[in-house]
């Protein structure tokens, strides 16, 4: 920077772009296009060929014996929760840095969702954490792999897995992430997924679970059609019109027409997951220059999926937070703020008596992260104005920012 600090966009300078980039994105193809159409064009609109085709690709890519694809990311958690029979009244380990889906899922079957902290560096559940909040009613974890980062969960496992605790990965955010080679969907008991337009494969809404266990697969399958256990197709093939409810379940099924598009779109996750990291590279060598902001930590063997690329203020940046974030928004870099603790809000407040100090990781992370624009179609230019409006704006609520810096 030359010397002075140039005007910002909110104090009636030049903004850094004339468009808002939003902090993410769907990528839709001709292809893409060409496959719903055809989907349109056939004899099946919902429940048909394409849900098990869609489901296979899914196996393939996550590495999983088992996959269910499902009408939402909340569906899928509130399937998983179910098919580790969380009843009323069971305790399930939830982070409190996530969306709160994450918690809500266990509220729905009845458990009471206890909030764990985080880990500074990663804002991944603390492992540590699940140790202290273990009593003789916790029946699951809902772990978050938060931004992208699968969690470890090989020091989770050795947790719960002799304590008969189901291990459920809140994976939304991480398909396409491997930890040591192993695919996200495949690292947990139960995995799930979420295909809203702002994650890595778009179905409009859309959801999945993901398992090695035939009995989780088959509750969930059960649970996304009434507690029927069988579907229309298998049973127009079967000829039969018999069918028999046999446990309360719900229409969380996925259309043929989104699940044509969804096989379309995984088929480009591997590229639009290999863009994102290029996106994070730059944005980490960049970052690295600037001394009040940080980047999460991961670990040596994981391979990222970033669907979020947070930064945290330093604390000569905390207090200003809800400035930075305007500035940032005025020079046209739709920046976020990936999660209000669960925990802090009312609905929970009201039922489970959370408040402030219960998880002062995620807390005190809350105070300062901001989302920065990620994903895969994001050109070069995008990632630069990125960088340069942060250091604009940065560089003018730094205290000590002066001529010369
Ligand atoms: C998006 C998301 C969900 C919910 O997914 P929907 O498809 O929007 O229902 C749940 N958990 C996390 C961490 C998410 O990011």
Known sequence: MTAGKSRLAIDGGRPVRESLLPYGRQAVTEEDIAAVVETLRSDWLTTGPKVAEFEAALVACTGAAEAVAVSSGTAALHAAVYAAEIGAGDEVIVPAMSFAASANCVVYQGGIPVFADVDAESLLIDPSEIERLLTDRTRAV???????????????????????ITVIADACHSIGATDKGRPSGSLADLSTFSFHPVKHVATGEGGAVTSDSDAFAARARSFR????????HARARAGSWFYEMSDL???????????????????RLGESVRRRREVAARYREAIDGIEAIDYLHTRPQVEHAYHLFPVLLGDELVERRPEIFAALRAEGIGVNVHYIPIHLHPYYRDMFGTREGLCPVAERSYQRLISLPMFAAMSDEDVEDVLAALRKVIDHYLPEASPGR
């Open 142 to 164: 809902v772990a978050v792999d938060y931004a992208g980062q699968p969690c470890d969960y090989e020091a989770i496992a050795e947790i719960c897995g002799g304590a008969g």
């Open 225 to 232: 059609n009434h507690g029927i256990s069988t579907d229309h």
């Open 249 to 267: 379940g719900f229409n969380y099924r996925l259309t043929d027409i989104q699940c044509a598009l969804g096989i379309s779109q995984l088929a």
